[in-house]
């Protein structure tokens, strides 16, 4: 239907509310030309009508770009077909491509989640510079967001990630329906008899944000507070005020603790971040590490916590790596933070152990100790099985162990001759010497590369694979945490 039908039938209630949000938030200025990002589903093309009714009013110029991911088939073909037809029948500008989702989340190591939403930004920002679109516009809405804060409390994220998602983003990207409860959206098209496309995978329940919307939400209503969505959304307004204010504050302190910015490297005094505050250090060491690698992704909050080891109980000549290449390294008074132009994978171990050191080490307890031959903690901690972290996430030298398959004291040693264990996923064991061959680890590195012990056998081959007897299962009820810090 047109523009004029929609206006006829006199049914724009929501037309208010998301004029407030508009202005409270300066999401567009007169002469603005807005890229809108239409899937097919309710939320885009309740946003592609709403503002096409404002255009006239915000003096907007507007387009429709969509992505097709190729996860569906034949649907998702059917859904870019339909937003084709949708921008055609609105006289728009119509911006499609299409993109192989499985070969991107391989290469860059992602879930399909992740990867789908990287290229689909890649997209609408390539589309908007190159047709001269100064803002992009999404449909995320109030619940939505409500879904994003409990997902982030599920995964213990700090007050960033429950502050939701922001109404514009670095002055471009804006989400002019944020205040706008979905059934409000819903009640709008179908007053007006629009019509939108619906994916088959929003009530598949293997995604936790499908979980957190059909199971957790309405739990929550039903049984604590029917006004959640609205309370979490409170809870994000006040939390983003309050990043503001602290980003703010930290924006002074980085400007006298860095020392050097160059190209891939920034360089911090050790001595003025261990006089800060743990918040401001933990915040300083990621805008840090941001800054160098253009992004957080990867970088955990135990990867901070390991930097903040290194500046105050390390070694004062050592270093870490951390995901995609990042490396940090302390020089006594000076951190320096780099991207290293190689993997860092395979220098796990540099040179500080000769290859004919023998070492063992005894752990009568979950702990930490220093492994001088490595140049390395170790540390043990035991974490509760009824909220596990994402295993996918943890990097390579994280092992995740079930306890009752195990025994203390437990020993860490470098290979020897004959060692065999059964690596994670295989039916039968294999000789640690074999695995190395397989895995393509250099000789050198070998014997540098320990292995843990309980009761005689190995159960992790550190930094490359656990044995398959000690793995998580559904009935693990206690999970020994094995983190190898590098200094």
Same mark, same amino acid.
């Given at each position: 239907m047109s523009e004029t039908q929609?206006?006829?039938? $006199?049914?724009?209630?929501? /037309?208010?509310?998301?004029?407030?949000?508009?202005?409270?938030?300066?999401?567009?200025?007169?002469?603005?030309?807005?890229?809108?990002?239409?899937?097919?589903?309710?939320?885009?093309?309740?946003?592609?009508?709403? @503002?096409? @009714?404002?255009?006239?009013?915000?003096?907007?110029?507007?387009?429709?770009?969509?992505? %097709?991911?190729?996860?569906?088939?034949?649907?998702?073909?059917?859904?870019?077909?339909?937003?084709?037809?949708?921008?055609?029948? $609105?006289?728009?500008?119509?911006?499609?491509?299409?993109? *192989?989702?499985?070969?991107?989340?391989?290469?860059?190591? @992602?879930?399909?989640?992740?990867?789908s939403r990287c290229l689909r930004y890649e997209f609408f920002n390539r589309i908007a510079k190159k047709n001269g679109y100064q803002k992009i516009a999404l449909g995320h809405q109030a619940d939505d967001n409500a879904e994003l804060i409990l997902m982030c409390l599920l995964r213990g994220s700090g007050t960033l990630g429950v502050s939701g998602i922001a109404p514009v983003r *670095?002055?471009? @990207?804006?989400?002019? /329906?944020?205040?706008?409860?979905?059934?409000?959206? /819903?009640?709008?098209? $179908?007053? *007006?008899?629009?019509?939108?496309?619906?994916?088959?995978?929003n009530t598949q329940m293997r995604y936790l944000r499908n979980r957190v919307r059909h199971q957790l939400i309405p739990c929550l209503k039903s049984t604590y507070n029917p006004n959640i969505v609205e309370t979490l959304n409170r809870l994000s307004s006040i939390l983003r005020a309050e990043e503001e204010w602290i980003s703010h504050q930290i924006h002074h302190l980085w400007s006298r603790l860095f020392k050097v910015s160059e190209h891939n490297r920034v360089h911090l005094g050790v001595d003025e971040i261990n006089n800060l505050h743990i918040a401001a250090k933990r915040r300083i060491l990621r805008h840090a590490i941001r800054m160098v690698k253009g992004n957080?992704?990867?970088?955990?909050?135990?990867?901070?916590?390991?930097?903040?080891?290194?500046?105050?109980?390390?070694?004062?000549?050592?270093?870490?790596?951390?995901?995609?290449?990042?490396?940090?390294?302390?020089? %006594?008074?000076?951190?320096?933070?780099?991207?290293?132009?190689?993997?860092?994978? $395979?220098?796990?171990?540099? %040179?500080?152990?000769?290859?004919?050191?023998?070492?063992?080490?005894?752990?009568?307890?979950p702990q930490q100790a220093w492994i001088e031959e490595l140049g390395a903690y170790l540390r043990l901690t035991e974490i509760s099985a009824e909220n596990p972290p994402d295993y996918r996430k943890a990097g390579h030298r994280v092992a995740f162990i079930d306890m009752n398959m195990i025994e203390f004291p437990l020993l860490l040693r470098n290979p020897k001759p004959g060692d065999r264990f059964k690596p994670l996923g295989m039916k039968g064991t294999q000789k640690v010497k074999t695995f190395f061959i397989n895995n393509k680890i250099p000789r050198g590195e070998r014997n540098r590369c320990p292995v843990m012990i309980s009761r005689g056998k190995i159960i992790w081959v550190v930094g490359h694979r656990i044995d398959d007897s000690v793995k998580i299962s559904p009935e693990t009820r206690r999970i020994l945490k094995a983190e190898l810090l590098l200094a």
């Open positions: 929609v206006v006829e039938k $006199n049914k724009c209630s929501i /037309l208010g509310p998301v004029m407030k949000t508009i202005e409270a938030h300066n999401m567009f200025q007169p002469a603005d030309s807005v890229l809108i990002g239409v899937s097919g589903g309710s939320d885009s093309v309740a946003l592609l009508y709403i @503002l096409l @009714l404002l255009a006239p009013k915000l003096a907007i110029r507007l387009g429709v770009a969509h992505l %097709n991911h190729g996860l569906r088939g034949e649907a998702s073909e059917r859904d870019a077909r339909f937003v084709s037809a949708l921008a055609e029948k $609105n006289n728009l500008p119509f911006f499609y491509d299409k993109v *192989n989702v499985p070969e991107y989340r391989r290469i860059h190591k @992602l879930s399909e989640e992740e990867a *670095n002055g471009k @990207l804006v989400r002019p /329906l944020i205040d706008i409860r979905k059934k409000e959206i /819903l009640e709008f098209l $179908n007053q *007006n008899d629009i019509q939108y496309v619906n994916d088959a995978t957080l992704r990867r970088i955990t909050f135990s990867h901070i916590e390991q930097v903040i080891v290194l500046c105050e109980e390390g070694p004062k000549v050592g270093s870490l790596h951390l995901p995609d290449r990042i490396r940090i390294d302390r020089h %006594n008074t000076l951190l320096k933070i780099s991207k290293e132009a190689r993997s860092l994978r $395979n220098s796990d171990f540099p %040179n500080r152990t000769p290859t004919n050191c023998h070492y063992e080490y005894r752990f009568d307890k």
